[in-house]
């Protein structure tokens, strides 16, 4: 028996596992990798201590910290359900199974889809969700952005360097991510941004070779080699059903990031907490341990 069970390895979990380790908790931190959503964020000017910083350099920094305690770390594990128990709950994934007294959900969200024809069948053949990861392939082709985010904007400006073209097709009348973001990507001579446009199909043999919009009710054909989808995100809360949610989805937590449940905590771009930022999320996780401590204490 646990003392305590950390889903997640973004940010969120990161930071929880080390102040938990500090904490002298036991516990087991579950995740399927390390980093979660900074790995694709090409470059973080606004975590505290790093004037800038690529996200695939942050996630090392989180690394070198936990390998600074002996933590039990499982790694390319999924956890697919939380129970309750007669003395607290039980963790599955599809390799194992953990019990413990008190759960940290840190699960972070995983990307919205277009669900349009085409979008699945070519996943990984010209459709993608990252362009940190995926970008390079591109290089010196005409490539969309879907969307009109930060993240759309943090592709856009990424692919800058390295697409030929970037055509950003935004649904809404205009840009909604922050005004800099906007700025340098509409400076750029690669850039076409294409706003009222919804996408209607994404097509090719076999690979991408175009994609079809609805551009304010007239329809576009754009011959194209990848597509960056970059909507949003659904937050990973179906691991957990009996635990309070918002009409998103969200686990919804106090300020001491307890849920509904009595034992289980939640931290980061998972819970309802408006802002998903990193160092929003590194807070959220410190700040859960925190709590789990003095819960833990209360337990005979």
């Known amino acids: 028996m646990l003392e305590l069970v950390i889903i997640g390895g973004g940010p ?3 930071t929880a596992a080390i ?48 390998k600074q305690f002996d933590i039990k770390l499982r790694k390319n594990e999924d956890v697919v359900r939380i129970k309750k128990t007669a003395l607290g709950f039980l963790t599955e994934t599809k390799k ?12 972070g969200r995983r990307p919205r889809l277009l ?16 362009a940190t990861c995926d970008g390079p392939v591109f290089a010196n082709k005409t490539v969309a952005v879907i969307g009109g985010g930060n993240s759309a904007l943090d592709a ?9 073209k970037v055509y950003l097709i935004n649904a809404a009348p205009k840009l909604s991510a922050d005004a800099i973001m906007c ?27 175009g994609i079809k919009l ?25 691991i957990i059903d009996f635990v309070d949610k918002n009409d998103s989805n969200e686990i919804v937590i106090d300020q001491s990031n ?23 999320a590194a807070g959220e996780g410190a700040k859960a341990i925190l709590g789990i401590f003095k819960y833990l204490m209360t337990l005979s």
């Open 12 to 14: 969120a979990g990161v």
């Open 19 to 66: 102040y938990a380790a500090r904490k002298r908790i036991d516990f087991v931190m579950v995740t399927q990798d390390i980093g979660g959503q900074t790995a694709w964020s090409a470059d973080v000017e606004n975590y505290t201590g790093y004037q800038f910083i690529s996200g695939l350099e942050l996630v090392k920094k989180f690394e070198e910290h936990l």
């Open 96 to 107: 194992s199974t953990f019990e413990s007294r008190s759960v940290l959900i840190a699960s």
């Open 115 to 130: 669900n349009v024809p085409g979008e699945e069948t070519f996943k990984s053949r010209g459709v993608t969700y990252c």
């Open 156 to 164: 856009t400006l990424q692919l800058i360097n390295i697409a030929d």
């Open 183 to 209: 700025q340098k990507a509409l400076t750029s001579p690669k850039v076409e941004v294409i706003n009222k446009a919804v996408v209607k199909e994404i097509y090719g043999k076999q690979f991408v070779e």
């Open 214 to 238: 609805d551009v304010n009710g007239a329809l576009r054909d754009l011959p194209l080699k990848g597509i960056f989808i970059e909507i949003g995100s659904a937050p990973n809360s179906d």
């Open 258 to 280: 307890r849920t509904s449940a009595s034992g289980v905590f939640a931290a980061g771009d998972v819970t309802n907490v408006p802002e998903k930022q990193i160092v929003v």
